[in-house]
């Protein structure tokens, strides 16, 4: 992989509830990566970077986004089509926003009924359903569907699960533009993000060893873009989300009854976990401890007794060593 020569950054403020997104542009190859949050707010803010950064909008080629949620998303086919530009995702994310509306009832009922698997109540299923408000992104836009492997503007695609299904991270060789996979402040939510994924865990600490070797076997240590702030220390961040992960782990089943009990929901072991959790971190909160607790049971440190709600017991295992092993 050839470098990918200058790359800009385009700060987008308060744009998400992880904060300031980051777009990337690659001016000598006419690339814009995660273009950012929807809205005139927000395409005003790309539209002046882009100009900033030597490539106009009239001169973009390609847009490739590294996964389907709205703050990376959400001007995607907005810049596409003002550019004539291709529009590229990963084949698991493609269709939430190639067929955004039809895509979106099916992720709310699919939302819904994830909740519920996680003992959320019914009234703050229904409150959460209620606030989704649709995104003013078209309701079908044709993109390109990448695959792990694939080449896209010049640079490789990496298929990187687990904070979505179709997550990418795109290697450029001296450069590795990350999106949710690796944050430099605070760890991605696994479990809440993407319903779909039913071992939202397990698939994430895969992607971490992976672009850790990717890192690992490159000429020099690439340079790491997130996709909320300018940069991230890649090694040491991975080991320190592992290390998180290994705790909550521990946490999530120091919560659960012993076997002879009624066992435990997700919701139940995330309220312990993090108090009183409203709107949009009620959703991610349920999905943090289901993910860990479906972790667990996998490796015999909790059993699930009940489905539908899912209930959870401490399992035969007493000693776990982390989720490196």
Known sequence: MSPVGRTERIAHTAASPEGENSTYVLPDRGVVV???PPGDASWEVLRSGLSAAGLPVERVETVVVTHWHADHAGLAPRLAAAADATLALHEADAPLVAAYAAERNLRLDRDARRL?????????????????EPSPMPDEYPVVTLTDGATVGGVEVVHAPGHTAG???LDAGDVLFLGDAVLPTYTPNVGGTDTRLTDALATYLDTLDRIRERAREADAQPVAFPGHGSSVELFDRIDAIRSHHTERVRTAVAELPDRDGDGVTPWAVARSLFGEMRGIHAKMGAGEAAAHLA????RGLAERV???PDRYVR???????????
Do not use: I
Request: hydrophobic share 45%; charged share 30%; glycine share 12%.
């Open 315 to 325: 399992g035969d295992a007493r000693s776990f060593d982390g989720v490196d092993r």
């Open 116 to 132: 519920r698997e996680w003992g959320v109540p019914d009234a703050l299923v229904s409150a959460l359903r209620d606030a989704d």
């Open 295 to 298: 972790f667990a049971a996998d």
């Open 306 to 308: 009940a489905v539908g």
């Open 34 to 36: 995660d273009p950012g």
């Open 167 to 169: 997550h990418v991270v």
